[in-house]
């Protein structure tokens, strides 16, 4: 397993951008997929982006195509979640995941999460 930490999130105007942060504890972190999700109270969990061990290969949601981009510093232990042109609909607790099966979009396949973190998206 890996401790993830996420940071970066708060409140924003429509349009304005948020990066978030996820720092992850531990030796392994350059052996594991990861990716980002977000849940709204009124939704379901949603796969947001992932990224390959190397950081090479991306992936995302229709829903955020072109908007947002997710990279890592395996240097940093970090992964980010760069998010532009932010929609209300964007708002939603964002969490940090680790996995081992590049190309996933189910919660099933990561095996750990962080906290998770706070973005608002105000109109």
């Known amino acids: 397993q890996v401790q993830l930490v996420e940071s970066g999130g708060g409140l924003v105007q429509a349009g304005g951008s948020l990066r978030l942060a996820c720092a992850a504890s531990?030796?392994?972190?350059?052996?594991?997929?990861m990716a980002w999700f977000r849940h709204d109270p009124g939704k379901e969990r949603e796969f947001v982006a992932g990224?390959?061990?190397?950081?090479?290969?991306?992936y995302g949601a229709d829903s955020v195509k072109g908007r947002f981009t997710i990279s890592r510093d395996n240097a940093k232990n970090t992964v980010y979640l760069q998010m532009n042109s932010l929609k209300p609909e964007d708002s939603a607790v964002y969490y940090c995941?680790?996995?081992?099966?590049?190309?996933?979009?189910?919660?099933?396949?990561?095996?750990?999460w962080g906290q998770g973190i706070q973005v608002t998206v105000s109109s």
């Open positions: 995941a680790a996995g081992r099966v590049y190309g996933s979009r189910h919660n099933a396949d990561f095996g750990s």
């Open positions: 531990g030796r392994t972190f350059n052996t594991y997929v």
């Open positions: 990224i390959s061990v190397s950081g090479s290969s991306t």
